[in-house]
Structures are given as structure tokens and as C-alpha cells.
């Protein structure tokens, strides 16, 4: 183990990080406006990236485009499942939610397997950026991409969320719909934007996993599993808390791929480690408001 090698596994955990938070930052958003568990972001991610993969390969569309293309149908997409699913839905019970949500995850991952079979894709892409050279450390252009992208959705979910009019509906909205429906907002379109949105950063969260990983029906299984965990990590619905999360779990993941023997398979567990002692310790997570009796 060598300087050198630290910061190149560092480096390129921080890079992946910016996928976490990307995928982790609309799910955050609609989580903490519409309290609904939506376990099929990990599939709207799918089809981003699915979508940027056939764009690139069958017309030779840049991942520039193919990312903002993907983005613009996951948006669409979003509002089509809010009005004729999700909609329905919001006043049930939290265990028909987390069904409902579930059901969808799975009818979108089976669609896909018959569709376009289980076999890993890799789009091939040209590096969208040179690769950035640190004396004996390299950080692919691609890499970084992944990482620039990630940390202006962030900056953009925080943005809306913060210093935007519907940003104010939606926190007012997430707090107390029914006194926010007597003060005049239309909660049910606050909801349904908040989702939109998210599914806008789930499409172009799919072309980054096209640009650095691999393209198959189950990737979305892995990413909203830690994009879960980069929640509870980061506090429910705290934005710069979930890109906090995705940089300890990315980190405590490459380390340990790295430098322990065989640790490709222990990263994973490693870092719900830290998510289970982080838990125990601080049940809100680490930037999340603590209930007291």
C-alpha cells in the first residue's frame, strides 16, 4: 500500500459517490415530500440508463444528450406512474404504499428482462472529458463526469428545494398537507412535481451508469438499495445529508475492495456496517432531526 494508491482508491470512491448522490438525491426529494417509499427508482434508474445505452450504440447520440433525453422521458414517465398509480395510493395505508411501490419495481425489472434479456451491456463511450493526471494518480475523464454531474444535481434538488417558491409549497406540503390544502396549495400537484423530479435525476442518474458501469435489468437492484441507505444515512428528506451519506459509503466500498484480500465482495457489507452502527447510535441518521418524547 502506497500514498499513491490511497489517493487513486480515494479518488475514484469519490467519483462513484457522485453516482450514489446522483441516484440518492431524487429519491431523497420525493421521499421527503410524499413520505412514499418508492422502490421503483432503482428501476427508473434502469431505464435511463437503458435509454442513454440504445441512443449511443443504434444512433450514435452523445451521452451528453442521451443523459438530458433520458432525464426528459424518466420526468414524463414519473408523471405518467403519479397520476395513474402512485395518485392513488397516497391516503392508503404505509404497507399498501410499500406494496404498490414494490409491485412496480417488479413489473418494470420483469418488462425489462423479456425485453432486452439479463446479459450486462457496456456502452463504449468515447471519455466525454480528458482524464485528470495527479503525479502517479489517474482519474478517468468519465470519472469525473460522473462526479461534476452528480454534484450539480445535487446542488439542483437543493436549489428547487430551498430557494424556490415550489420548493417552499413542497417542505409546507411534506410538513402538514392537510393545513397546506386550507392554505391554498395543491398538495397533489406538490407531490406530483417532487415526484416528477425525482424521476428526472433517476434518467440521468441511468446515462451515468451507462458512461462508467454496465447496463442490465437488475443495476437499478444495487443503486436504490444504497441510495436507501445513503438516506437513512444522511437523515430523511436532508439533501446535503444523502450526498454526505453516498461519499462515507462509497469510500468505506473502495477502500475496502481495494485493499482487503477478496474485499470486492466484503465492500458492499462493510458499508451497511457503518449504516447499522451509525443507526444504532443516532436512529435519525446523522443530519436528520432527532424525536424526542
Same mark, same amino acid.
Given at each position: 500500500m502506497t500514498?499513491?494508491?490511497?489517493a487513486?482508491?480515494?479518488?475514484?470512491?469519490?467519483?462513484?459517490?457522485?453516482?450514489y448522490?446522483a441516484?440518492?438525491?431524487g429519491?431523497?426529494?420525493?421521499?421527503g415530500?410524499?413520505?412514499?417509499?418508492?422502490?421503483?427508482?432503482?428501476?427508473?434508474?434502469?431505464?435511463?440508463a437503458?435509454?442513454?445505452?440504445?441512443l449511443?450504440?443504434?444512433?450514435?447520440?452523445?451521452?451528453?444528450?442521451?443523459?438530458a433525453?433520458?432525464?426528459?422521458?424518466?420526468?414524463l414517465?414519473?408523471?405518467?406512474?403519479y397520476? &395513474?398509480?402512485? &395518485?392513488r395510493?397516497l391516503?392508503?395505508?404505509?404497507?399498501?404504499?410499500?406494496?404498490?411501490?414494490l409491485?412496480?419495481s417488479?413489473?418494470?425489472?420483469?418488462i425489462a428482462v423479456i425485453?432486452?434479456?439479463p446479459?450486462?451491456?457496456?456502452?463504449?463511450?468515447?471519455p466525454?472529458l480528458?482524464?485528470?493526471?495527479?503525479?502517479?494518480v489517474?482519474?478517468?475523464g468519465?470519472?469525473?463526469v460522473?462526479?461534476?454531474?452528480?454534484?450539480?444535481?445535487f446542488?439542483?434538488?437543493l436549489?428547487?428545494?430551498n430557494?424556490?417558491r415550489?420548493?417552499?409549497?413542497?417542505?409546507?406540503?411534506?410538513?402538514d398537507?392537510?393545513?397546506?390544502?386550507?392554505?391554498?396549495?395543491n398538495?397533489?400537484?406538490?407531490?406530483?412535481?417532487?415526484?416528477v423530479?425525482?424521476g428526472? &435525476?433517476?434518467?440521468i442518474?441511468?446515462?451515468?451508469?451507462?458512461?462508467?458501469?454496465?447496463v442490465q435489468p437488475?443495476?437499478?437492484i444495487?443503486?436504490?438499495?444504497?441510495?436507501?441507505a445513503i438516506?437513512?444515512?444522511?437523515?430523511?428528506?436532508?439533501?446535503?445529508?444523502?450526498?454526505?451519506?453516498? &461519499?462515507?459509503?462509497?469510500?468505506?466500498?473502495?477502500?475496502?475492495?481495494?485493499?482487503?484480500?477478496?474485499?470486492?465482495?466484503?465492500?458492499?457489507?462493510?458499508?451497511?456496517?457503518?449504516?447499522?452502527?451509525?443507526?444504532?447510535?443516532?436512529?435519525?441518521?446523522?443530519?436528520g432531526?432527532?424525536?424526542?418524547a
Amino acid at each position: 500500500m502506497t500514498a499513491a494508491s490511497v489517493a487513486q482508491a480515494v479518488l475514484l470512491s469519490l467519483t462513484i459517490a457522485g453516482l450514489y448522490a446522483a441516484v440518492a438525491a431524487g429519491l431523497t426529494l420525493t421521499v421527503g415530500v410524499t413520505r412514499i417509499i418508492n422502490f421503483a427508482h432503482g428501476e427508473f434508474v434502469m431505464l435511463g440508463a437503458f435509454l442513454t445505452y440504445w441512443l449511443h450504440t443504434r444512433y450514435g447520440v452523445s451521452p451528453w444528450l442521451g443523459m438530458a433525453a433520458s432525464g426528459i422521458a424518466l420526468g414524463l414517465f414519473s408523471m405518467l406512474v403519479y397520476r &395513474a398509480f402512485l &395518485a392513488r395510493v397516497l391516503k392508503e395505508d404505509e404497507h399498501n404504499q410499500l406494496l404498490a411501490t414494490l409491485g412496480l419495481s417488479i413489473l418494470l425489472l420483469n418488462i425489462a428482462v423479456i425485453l432486452w434479456s439479463p446479459d450486462p451491456r457496456v456502452m463504449q463511450a468515447a471519455p466525454l472529458l480528458p482524464s485528470l493526471q495527479l503525479g502517479e494518480v489517474t482519474i478517468p475523464g468519465n470519472n469525473i463526469v460522473v462526479a461534476l454531474v452528480g454534484l450539480l444535481l445535487f446542488l439542483a434538488m437543493l436549489g428547487i428545494k430551498n430557494y424556490t417558491r415550489y420548493g417552499t409549497q413542497m417542505r409546507f406540503a411534506s410538513d402538514d398537507p392537510e393545513l397546506a390544502t386550507h392554505a391554498g396549495i395543491n398538495v397533489d400537484r406538490v407531490f406530483e412535481l417532487s415526484f416528477v423530479i425525482g424521476g428526472v &435525476a433517476a434518467g440521468i442518474s441511468g446515462g451515468l451508469v451507462a458512461l462508467i458501469l454496465y447496463v442490465q435489468p437488475t443495476v437499478g437492484i444495487d443503486l436504490v438499495i444504497r441510495a436507501f441507505a445513503i438516506i437513512a444515512l444522511g437523515g430523511l428528506g436532508n439533501i446535503p445529508g444523502a450526498l454526505i451519506g453516498a &461519499a462515507i459509503l462509497a469510500l468505506a466500498e473502495g477502500l475496502t475492495s481495494t485493499f482487503v484480500p477478496q474485499g470486492g465482495s466484503w465492500g458492499f457489507g462493510v458499508a451497511f456496517l457503518i449504516l447499522l452502527i451509525v443507526l444504532i447510535v443516532r436512529p435519525s441518521g446523522l443530519f436528520g432531526k432527532q424525536v424526542h418524547a
